[in-house]
């Protein structure tokens, strides 16, 4: 396998995710914005130039949580996912997915206009409006997690998908002051040696 990746993106969660597996793997690592990114060649790889990217034999995938979802159901044996018909496969699939769907576009928001844009093309509106999307949906995340370690039982996909974006998050504008089971589940997460490993590349 080789995972196109760069630090600080979405690719941390494959390489995290292969980590966890013990899968061995080849790393293309760009930084974000390489030109070479933007480049025919690599859009050949991927259509809109970024990251990840996973190429495993024939077969050519990106987006996080479809690769999340591949490299279980093919590489997994059955590990980081619970049974489809114990009590925590629709915990598993809702938390899994509340990552991209819920957490992931007020964070690119902020990034967009935080990080990305020139000082003279941000807008201040944005980014309170999008902070305070995020921690709402933050709120969610920290009432699942009342009396859990993590979010569908034993540690999972799901903790790649969406506690990475807790993690990111906190960078970000999060709030965790008034969401007392977050700052420990996010310490849980990043004490993992796979983590930390995938965070050195």
Not at 39 to 55: D, K, N, Q, S
Not at 138 to 154: C, F, I, N, Q, S
Request: proline share 7%; charged share 25%; with cysteine.
């Amino acid at each position: 396998m080789k995972l196109y990746f760069a630090p600080d993106t979405r690719a941390v969660r494959i390489a995290w995710l292969l980590e966890e597996l013990g899968l061995d793997y080849d790393l293309e690592r760009f930084t974000l914005g390489d030109p070479a990114m933007r480049g025919p060649e690599y859009r050949r790889i991927h259509p809109l130039g970024r990251v990840p990217v996973l190429a495993d034999g024939d077969v050519t995938i990106h987006e996080s949580g479809a690769i999340v979802e591949y490299v279980l159901a093919r590489h997994g044996q059955g590990r980081l996912r619970p049974e489809t018909g114990s009590a925590e496969f629709p915990n598993y699939l809702q938390w899994l997915h509340f990552c991209e769907g819920m957490l992931m576009p007020p964070i690119n928001t902020i990034v967009v206009e935080t990080v990305l844009l020139p000082p003279d093309r941000r807008n201040e509106v944005n980014v309170k409006r999008a902070v305070k999307l995020l921690n709402q949906m933050l709120a969610a995340v920290d009432r699942h997690m009342e009396g859990r370690e993590y979010l569908a039982g034993a540690f999972s996909g799901a903790d790649i998908m969406t506690g990475h974006a807790v993690i990111t998050s906190a960078r970000l504008g999060g709030d965790f002051t008034d969401k007392p089971n977050l700052q420990p589940y996010a310490g849980r997460l990043l004490a993992r040696p796979a983590l930390q490993k995938a965070n050195a590349l």
